[in-house]
């Protein structure tokens, strides 16, 4: 039986009670001991005389979702029936650049069926989309059974507190331990081990499918960005004479599409470029194939002769290449407005100087329907939609 991941609001499941409850014959005997040159810990399995139970509300510690001191905290559930069956709860540790996982709770008659990796997939999902450096977890010394799951899911002991619960937990053998899971340090990719050309018609589909995957969930449950692509390609702003792939052993990992875009000042109108969709396939992202996308697709354009780059983009992102807050060019959406993700840049010096008013993306932007991205999905192998915090719906 598949079971459906979905997010579960704030303002309807704030107070909802997790009944963790488990039975275990083992524990984890933790052993701190003072040496001459420092101390010494231990931690080895053993086993209980009989078997104990463990339930949260039995000591009046009622686990519940969104407690009030998790200030950023964001939970997902599996219903059946209505009946909440399983749940996982993070909390975003920012002064550390860390994501803590909270809760996680599988119903016992659906235990062993996959809900548990499912839904610590995805944690793991959004400790990446939010570039964390590491995802931890409290479990307890005697929770054998969640030690073993989460060290088989790749998280490791970082540490550990022989007095969280009470001032005795090293004699009552629960003790908490801190787990944790660590994203992927990706070796960054230099120019000689990636192609870099133009687009065939024989890659149509894998750019599609790389961006499709690249935008999933990322600003919204689903994405619409792979429709943008195809639609790009028949439009005329579209420039494929500056859009460029990236290949790396026969399989394109990247993208970059460019158009026509202008700014507007009264009766006077000065044609600039835009770029976007600028994508990686998620498990090269991190290793600058972005950058060598937009650094040499940026040098063509310029040997075009155009004149400047205005994006919509991540405002912690392009500021590295060069890219500036549009107000900088005295240059407003068409709206009148600004904002950090609204930015700009010349791709000659003084190359701007004088192009000023307001800015207007390609119209092919505009002309993504709903109804006409959910048929165009059907191409794809399918993905399941999420919502997930900072997305703009």
């Given at each position: ?312 983009g991540e405002a912690d992102y392009y500021p590295k290449f060069g890219f500036k807050t ?68």
């Amino acid at each position: 039986m598949e079971y459906e991941i979905i997010h579960l609001p704030k303002e309807k499941w704030k107070g909802t009670v997790i009944p963790l409850k488990y039975t275990t014959d083992t524990y984890y005997d933790v052993c701190v001991d003072k040496t001459e040159n420092g101390y010494g810990i231990a931690i080895e399995k053993q086993a209980f005389l009989e078997p104990i139970t463990y339930a949260s509300e039995a000591d009046d510690s009622e686990d519940k979702l969104y407690g009030d001191h998790w200030e950023n905290a964001y939970a997902w559930g599996v219903l059946v029936n209505g009946e909440l069956i399983a749940a996982i709860e993070t909390d975003q540790e920012l002064w550390s650049n860390r994501l803590r996982i909270t809760e996680l709770w599988v119903a016992e008659p659906y235990q062993k069926q996959g809900i548990g990796h499912a839904l610590l997939e995805v944690a793991k999902e959004q400790a990446r989309r939010e570039r964390r450096r590491a995802i931890i977890l409290e479990t307890q010394s005697c929770n054998v059974n969640a030690v073993d799951f989460y060290e088989h899911e790749g998280f490791r002991l970082i540490g550990m507190d022989t007095c969280c619960y009470n001032n005795n937990d090293l004699e009552r053998k629960e003790v908490r331990l801190e787990f944790g899971w660590f994203l992927e340090e990706k070796q960054q990719l230099s120019r000689d081990w990636i192609d870099i050309r133009k687009e065939t018609e024989s890659d149509w589909y894998n750019v599609e499918l790389i961006t499709q995957h690249a935008f999933w969930n990322k600003y919204q449950p689903g994405c619409v960005e792979h429709y943008l692509v195809h639609h790009l390609r028949q439009h005329e702003d579209y420039l494929p004479a500056l859009s460029r792939v990236a290949v790396k052993d026969g399989e394109i990992i990247g993208c970059v599409m460019y158009t026509k875009s202008q700014v507007v000042d009264g009766l006077s109108t000065h044609e600039v470029i835009t770029f976007g969709p600028l994508c990686v396939e998620p498990k090269w992202q991190g290793c600058g194939v972005g950058e060598l996308l937009i650094k040499e697709t940026m040098k063509l354009a310029a040997s075009e002769g155009y004149k400047g780059v205005i994006i919509f983009g991540e405002a912690d992102y392009y500021p590295k290449f060069g890219f500036k807050t549009c107000d900088h060019f005295n240059i407003t959406t068409a709206d009148g407005k600004n904002f950090a993700a609204f930015m700009g840049m010349e791709l000659v010096e003084g190359s701007m100087q004088g192009i000023q008013g307001k800015f207007y993306e390609s119209n092919v932007f505009s002309q993504l329907s709903k109804e006409a991205v959910e048929a165009y999905n059907e191409n794809f192998p399918p993905l399941q939609k999420l919502q997930f915090p900072g997305q703009w719906s």
